[in-house]
Nanobody, 124 residues
Framework: QVQLVESGGGLVQAGGSLRLSCAASGRTVNTYGMGWFRQVPGKEREFVAAIGWPGSRTAYADSVKGRFTISRDNAQNTVYLQMNSLKPEDTAIYYC?????????????????WGQGTQVTVSS
């Protein structure tokens, strides 16, 4: 089993920044792709960003491209999401997930393990 724990969420004003972390324990997430998704209550979960193994390949949703950066520290079994120029529409619960493959994938069905999520709220 893999346990994923997100942290770093919070309340920030529009234009501000947050850095989310996803710490993995249990079985390693090394050799697998990792991703971030987000969900607003009443809406479907949406892809945000993904990173392959060992970290040279990434993928982003158009809505966050140029503002968010995904990275990973393989020695620490941790994945990060740096979020800059935040907008109110970025408000959501953000989830970290481990993929079933080693490339950056965008469909949630291609992820086997999920964290509990961390709330990000951007005020206008």
């Amino acid at each position: 089993q893999v346990q994923l724990v997100e942290s770093g969420g919070g309340l920030v004003q529009a234009g501000g920044s947050l850095r989310l972390s996803c710490a993995a324990s249990g079985r390693t997430v090394n050799t697998y792709g990792m991703g971030w998704f987000r969900q607003v209550p009443g809406k479907e979960r949406e892809f945000v960003a993904a990173i392959g193994w060992p970290g040279s390949r990434t993928a982003y949703a158009d809505s966050v491209k140029g503002r968010f950066t995904i990275s990973r520290d393989n020695a620490q079994n941790t994945v990060y999401l740096q979020m800059n120029s935040l907008k109110p529409e970025d408000t959501a619960i953000y989830y970290c997930a481990r993929a079933i493959t080693n490339v950056p994938v965008t469909a949630d069905k291609q992820y086997a393990y999920w964290g509990q999520g961390t709330q990000v709220t951007v005020s206008s």
